[in-house]
């Protein structure tokens, strides 16, 4: 009898890969608004048969499972039927910013041995025309654009075959997509995210949505926290995503009053600190919205506070997570129980599925209070560093933890709080500083909107304690000095940055953190208090 069961379930799905688990939910909703942006809305039914026509098209270029397609395409409608229709004809999809140079996206298409490369926006010739002369086997399909030489149009391609009713089933452990880290010291490394990791990593979140959500899409969808961590899920449950034409603090304000968005995402502290100002100087519609979300980047204290003081009725969500692993532990800040709130460093418990503990140099777990390197054991984790073993064995013990690059440490309650990345630490004359604490600090400052704090080697203090600040309004040059006298009103002597220099804005990458080689580029011609 367990001989003739296994026989008959060998020739049919055991699981839901990432592609099932799309087409149900499309399938359910299908009559329903699945997408909307500036050139109209798209339902569920309609984005299954162009992602099953996009399916078809890559298998007509010779496209298997298991080969990667990558994606040069901005946050918008292409990218999401781009992404899943990639995912639903069995190949790897591998996105990667849309403002990627040349040299980084032949890089990006050599490293991963792409077969397809699907591209959109200003410059796509010159791409193509770098691609035909160093990896000339790469077929590139143009979106949104007129047909040029040595570009497939995308249109062209879909009206031209049958869309693919299902996909066929992927094993759990097979890739499913590879997103790049930041690359922000050192190359990028492309990680390895399997069919469960996605899969398990939007059931968390859309188990706790309905069909009445609104989502507008803010982070680059090239990111995991644009795509898998929050969007990709509300499609999951039937919502609605917005994408919008603009991310400016006044645009995304206008959007959502436009289209009744019920979650908004409000991270990083230079968009929150926008948005506030945006709501000081004009009055907004913002009814609609059932919660704010926070990713788990520096949260200051007078950002929270000020968020609960212009939305009293509203939580806010706060996620754990990062390119290697998504969900990991998360914390409701709810009008109800602000009067119990403790540091803004708190990051919440564990997701289901996800295991946290924090241990010593040696790997042994430390006491609760004590702070520790973060280590997380869960089914979203990635399975490596794709054509990279040694960065995976550093990444990944041999039972499954993965070495976040996170200090953080445990509160009585077992919630988990965030201090700092190892990687980052800044040892000033022979004392240990957090930078994650000087932003913290300087970020209270009520003309600061962004700030980024780092080491620099010092003759005399080994590391020198380094702001780069942009402020509100490019305010004058003289408020350095208050900055200084703020910082020894809220910091230990040692943590006064020996420097701090004044930026328009910090540089961004797609990813939305602090390109660290740009900023040194820019600080080289600013003047800096010292």
């Known amino acids: 009898m367990i001989g003739r069961l296994s026989t008959v379930s060998s020739t049919a799905p055991r699981h839901i890969d990432a592609a099932r688990l799309f087409e149900t939910a499309a399938r359910r909703f299908s009559e329903r608004v699945a997408l909307v ?37 901005p946050t918008g409608t292409g990218f999401v039927e781009a992404w899943w229709g990639v995912v639903r004809s069995g190949a790897i999809v591998v996105p990667t910013s849309h403002k990627a140079t040349p040299e980084d996206l032949v890089a990006c298409l050599s490293l991963t041995d792409a077969r397809v490369l699907l591209i959109s926006g200003a410059g796509c010739e010159r791409h193509a025309a770098l691609l035909r002369d160093r990896i000339p086997g790469v077929r590139v399909i143009g979106l949104d654009m007129p047909a040029s030489a040595g570009l497939l149009d995308y249109e062209t391609l879909l009206a031209s075959v049958e869309p693919v009713r299902e996909a066929a089933p992927r094993p759990l452990d097979a890739p499913c997509a590879m997103y790049f880290t930041a690359g922000s ?11 469960q990791s996605v899969v398990w990593g939007l059931s968390m979140l859309a188990r706790r949505l309905d069909p009445s959500e609104v989502l507008l899409a803010r982070a680059p969808m090239a990111h995991t926290g644009g795509s898998l961590t929050g969007p990709f899920a509300v499609l999951i449950a039937g919502g609605r995503l917005v994408l919008p034409d603009a991310l400016s603090p006044a645009a995304v ?153 996170d ?89 006064i940055p020996k420097a701090i220099h004044l930026v328009p804005a910090l540089p961004r990458n797609a990813s939305g953190k602090v390109d660290k080689p740009r900023l040194l580029a820019m600080l080289t011609d600013t003047p800096s208090a010292h």
């Open 37 to 73: 942006a500036s050139e109209g809305s798209c339902s569920y039914g309609a984005l299954l048969e162009r992602t099953g026509r996009l399916a078809a098209v890559l298998h007509s270029l010779g496209v298997g499972q298991g080969d990667a397609v990558a994606l040069m395409l």
């Open 185 to 195: 010291t050192g190359q990028p490394k492309a990680v390895i995210r399997s069919h």
């Open 253 to 405: 304000l206008a959007s959502a009053t436009r289209h009744r968005v019920t979650a908004l995402y409000v991270h990083p502290t230079v968009f929150a600190k926008g948005m506030l100002a945006e709501l000081e100087a004009r009055p907004v519609d913002l009814s609609s919205l059932r919660r704010l979300q926070w990713t788990a980047g520096p949260l200051p204290e007078s950002v929270r506070a000020a968020l609960f003081a212009r939305f009293p009725q509203l939580p806010l969500e706060v996620t754990f997570g990062m390119t290697e692993a998504s969900n990991i532990a998360s914390i409701e800040y709810t009008p109800s129980a602000r009067d119990r709130l403790g540091a803004s460093n708190c990051v919440g418990h564990p997701l289901p599925g996800a295991e946290i503990r924090i241990v010593d140099q040696n790997g042994t777990p430390v006491p609760t209070g004590q702070e520790g390197q973060i280590e997380t054991r869960t089914p979203t984790a990635f399975d490596g560093y794709w054509q990279d073993p040694e960065a995976t064995a550093a990444a990944l013990s041999a039972d499954g933890w993965l070495r976040t690059g």
């Open 407 to 495: 200090v953080g440490y445990f509160d009585e309650l077992g919630a988990l709080h965030l201090v700092g990345r190892s990687r980052e630490i800044i040892k000033s004359g022979g004392m240990t500083v957090h930078p994650a604490e000087v932003e913290q600090a300087l970020a209270r400052h009520p003309l600061v909107d962004d700030v980024v704090v780092f080491g620099l080697p010092h003759a005399d203090w080994d590391e020198a304690v380094v702001a780069a600040v942009a402020l509100h309004h490019g305010e004058a040059a003289q408020s350095r000095e208050d900055l200084l006298l703020h910082c020894r009103d809220h910091l230990a002597h040692f943590k």
